[in-house]
């Protein structure tokens, strides 16, 4: 049970560059999430998907598209990077909306633009 | 709407000492209650949760109350060791409406030998 995978652990991307997060969980679970976080400013979420089939904007989601390509995989992808967007990304999943659920979080992708 | 407030840090401790982070919320309904944990390079993971007031959740020696009175779950440990150096997230999900947890800011813990 690998639980929630992401791919790549760092990246490093010039201006104007894109590039897409892969996020993978073998838990079976519904909901899955994106989150940023920075420094000070604690976790942030970027995009979330209740379902497969389903996405909604969180808190910070300018910039950024996300695709629920199937129960498993939810990507996130940054069509044309900018500084703004260094941070640490993280991809969570939890079993079905309720409010006990524990979220299951991935290692992390460590994002730096130039 | 919902918020989750947490005492700044980075707290300091020698090894042994005892801990406490607070953590307070304001919510809309009544919520699930969480402790997440960061260790150097990774991501969160549960440490501890309560669903009800009044509920004590524990883990790896750690403990918080529900506390509903007080809007409270403040983490405690009686005699932190180094190898709990980390950043420590307070966080809630209320039933109905948004499902969305709220995190608080996090507080950064490090324990000197």
């Known amino acids: 049970n690998a639980g929630v995978t992401q791919t790549p652990k760092f990246q490093v991307l010039k201006t104007g560059q894109s590039m897409t997060l892969q996020c993978a969980q073998d838990?079976?679970?519904?909901?899955m999430y994106w989150y940023r976080q920075d420094p000070g400013m604690g976790l942030r979420l970027i995009y979330y998907?209740?379902?497969?089939?389903?996405?909604d904007k969180g808190e910070v989601p300018n910039g950024y598209n996300v695709s629920r390509l199937n129960k498993r995989e939810f990507s996130l992808r940054l069509e044309s990077a900018a500084p703004s967007q260094t941070s640490v990304y993280f991809c969570?999943?939890?079993?079905?909306?309720?409010?006990?659920?524990?979220?299951?979080f991935g290692p992390g992708t460590r994002l730096t633009v130039l | 709407g919902n918020s989750v407030t947490q005492m700044e840090g980075p707290v300091t401790l020698s090894e042994e000492a005892f801990l406490t982070i607070n953590c307070t919320y304001t919510?809309?309904?009544?919520?699930?209650l969480f402790w997440y944990v960061q260790y150097p390079g990774e991501g969160l993971q549960l440490l501890l949760k309560?669903?009800?007031?009044?509920d004590k959740g524990s883990n790896k020696g750690f403990e918080a109350t529900y506390r509903k009175e007080t809007t409270s779950f403040h983490l405690e440990k009686g005699s932190v060791q180094v190898s709990d150096s980390a950043v420590y997230f307070c966080?809630?999900?209320?039933?109905?409406?948004?499902?969305?947890?709220?995190f608080g800011r996090g507080t950064s813990l490090i324990v000197h030998p």
């Open positions: 838990m079976n679970h519904n909901s």
């Open positions: 309560a669903t009800k007031a009044d």
């Open positions: 966080a809630l999900r209320e039933a109905g409406g948004s499902y969305i947890p709220t």
């Open positions: 998907s209740a379902s497969e089939g389903t996405t």
């Open positions: 969570a999943s939890s079993q079905e909306r309720g409010r006990g659920d524990t979220q299951y």
């Open positions: 919510a809309t309904g009544y919520p699930s």
